[in-house]
């Protein structure tokens, strides 16, 4: 008997010894739908895989989870968040982010530059928004191979972009019109010149895609990874690049502050930059990985939108500073709301 209880207590102590993880919990803060499948499917997969520890998930929309964060600033509800990169700026600057140790995560050296958001977020993938067009239904000598082709007469009431976020073609107007996001009025009358071509302004990401599908609006600004989600639908979009370039987003990834899981979030972060992991965050959303040397196959790799290379990033995109747009947004929104999208 005296054998027995040694021989239990001795199988506790080991249940106790082993990875704390048994126990323990990540709390992710992300979208809800598909990016919380992607990162349960590809960086928690791995995570939970190395380290025992599994994964939970808060979801809401990008806004919703900022305001539950501010509400419970110190005693955070989760341990990482993912943002967009401009909306992480509004996290940082109320202190809702720990500053990374990036010593803790050395996949970082294969970071790309444009993916070192700021001290306290990182991308953890990136996307544009640029021009998807349905090439059976706009005329066929317009192929847009500059975004200034937009503005061509023959797209009258064939245009939409988002109404939710207007920084993507607020940008592109001030630099046609020889100015920059900083200095945005330079394309007011650019902007102004549009309004006819412009048929909708989509609400959400399935709004967009019930437009172009239907095809009541052949030609949109669009989110590449929604695009390549409706062509796998078998809807004929054809995505470009301008030559000036696709508008970059990047989601990010932080740390919460007053998180008690330091050491654990900041292998979670690690392993989100790992190579592989970056490979299959491309090929299941056929977004840009983050990270140089990413396991991309080379069908992956050719679409437009899909950066894998430095020259890739440096080239073709176009970058609204980050820190600027979070200022900027609401009245970005507010002007394009009297002046673009009301009648």
Do not use: C
């Not at 967009?208 to 809807?235: D, F, H, K, R």
């Not at 140089?292 to 050719?302: H, Q």
């Amino acid at each position: 008997m005296k054998a027995k209880l040694v021989a239990l207590g001795l199988a506790l102590a080991a249940l106790a010894a082993g990875p704390a993880s048994a126990a323990e919990k990540l709390v992710v803060s992300t979208w809800g739908g598909s990016f919380r499948d992607l990162i349960a499917e590809t960086i928690a997969k791995q995570f939970t895989a190395d380290t025992g520890v599994e994964v939970e998930y808060i979801t809401g929309g990008t806004i919703d989870r900022l305001n539950k964060a501010k509400l419970a600033k110190g005693s955070p509800e989760s341990d990482i968040t993912f943002t967009t990169a401009h909306v992480g700026w509004l996290y940082a600057t109320d202190g809702l982010f720990e500053e990374l140790d990036l010593s803790k995560v050395p996949n970082v050296a294969k970071l790309v530059p444009q993916a070192k958001v700021s001290p306290y977020h990182i991308g953890a993938w990136a996307y544009v928004y640029t021009i998807g067009y349905r090439p059976d239904l706009t005329p066929k000598a317009i192929t847009f191979g500059s975004w200034a082709d937009l503005w061509n007469p023959e797209l009258k009431g064939m245009v939409a972009a988002p109404d939710f976020d207007p920084s993507h073609i607020i940008a592109v107007a001030a630099l046609l019109a020889g100015g920059s996001p900083a200095d945005w009025q330079k394309g007011e009358q650019k902007l102004l010149a549009l309004k006819p071509n412009f048929k909708a302004f989509y609400t959400n990401d399935a709004n967009s895609q019930q437009l172009i599908a239907t095809g009541e609006t052949p030609v949109q600004i669009m989110l590449s990874m929604n695009a390549y989600y409706m062509i796998g639908q078998g809807v004929p979009i054809k995505l470009v690049i301008p030559k000036e370039g696709g508008v970059l987003g990047i989601d990010t990834m932080a740390i919460m502050k007053g998180s008690k899981k330091q050491e654990l979030a900041q292998k979670f972060i690690n392993t989100a930059l790992d190579p592989v992991v970056q490979g299959q965050i491309a090929e299941l959303k056929k977004g840009s990985p983050t990270v140089l040397g990413a396991k991309v196959s080379a069908e992956t790799a050719r679409l437009p939108g899909v950066f894998t290379t430095a020259e890739q990033w440096e080239k073709q995109t176009i970058i609204i500073d980050h820190k600027l747009r979070a200022e900027k947004t609401a009245e970005w929104r507010k002007w394009f709301s009297e002046n673009m999208i009301a009648r």
